[in-house]
């Protein structure tokens, strides 16, 4: 199966832009996923697809993707945007047909 | 209202079995495929196991590759998990969630299966 790398822990000053990234082989056949997930909670879809933002996801949230690099870019970032993030696609390397995640970004923002 | 709930999470020794569950309402469950995603405590999460809307396809993580067991029964609305041959590593919160891997996904609020002696 697949695997997707993504930096364990980045930070970004308060109102200023911050870039997350995810790598792996499966991104360049499929849109990578994006999810924010805050402590005790169920994580929350916050990109998919090509750039698209679920209803009630702020606009300050944005994808893009290049070759076997996905990323998620928060412009403006905000107190509360201070949580784990993770990539995800789907997986079908060789028989296997799945979903994979990144391990994880955590998000401090100063 | 879309509601994922699991259940069936306990305390069990190394080497025991355990079978959750996942009570599925506010869609229509057989026209989803489904899945299992686990995350240990402090740790990312991990995709566990995928079955079809028909349960006729499964797959698995390699880490729980013939010891967990995924199946579904479309006239209960329900998932399931059979997991066999436990390990400490199983240790996690397990989360029952519909469409991951595109834009519409539902999450449960997971239950927590502990192995430990």
């Known amino acids: 199966s697949s695997e997707l790398t993504q930096d364990p822990a980045v930070s970004v000053a308060l109102g200023q832009t911050v870039r997350i990234t995810c790598q792996g082989d499966s991104l360049r056949s499929y849109y990578a996923s994006w999810y924010q997930q805050k402590p005790g909670q169920a994580p929350v879809l916050v990109i998919y697809?090509?750039?698209n933002r679920p209803s009630g996801i702020p606009d300050r949230f944005s994808g893009s993707s290049s070759g076997n690099t996905a990323s998620l870019t928060i412009t403006g970032a905000q107190a509360e945007d201070e949580a784990d993030y993770y990539c995800n696609s789907r997986d079908s390397s060789g028989n296997h047909l799945g979903v994979v995640f990144g391990g994880g970004t955590k998000l401090t923002v100063l | 209202e879309v509601q994922l709930v699991e259940s069936g999470g306990v305390v069990v020794q190394p080497g025991g079995s355990l079978r959750l569950s996942c009570a599925a309402s506010g869609f229509t469950f057989d026209d989803y495929a489904m899945h299992w995603v686990r995350q240990a405590p402090g740790k990312g999460l991990e995709w566990v196991s995928l079955i079809s809307w028909d349960g006729g396809s499964t797959y698995y993580a390699d880490s729980v590759k013939g010891r967990f067991t995924i199946s579904r029964d479309n006239s209960k609305n329900s998932l399931y998990l059979q997991m066999n041959s436990l390990r400490a590593e199983d240790t996690a919160l397990y989360y029952c969630?519909?469409?991951?891997?595109?834009?519409?996904?539902?999450w449960g609020q997971g239950t927590l299966v502990t192995v430990s002696s």
């Open positions: 697809g090509k750039n």
């Open positions: 969630a519909k469409d991951i891997e595109g834009g519409n996904p539902s």
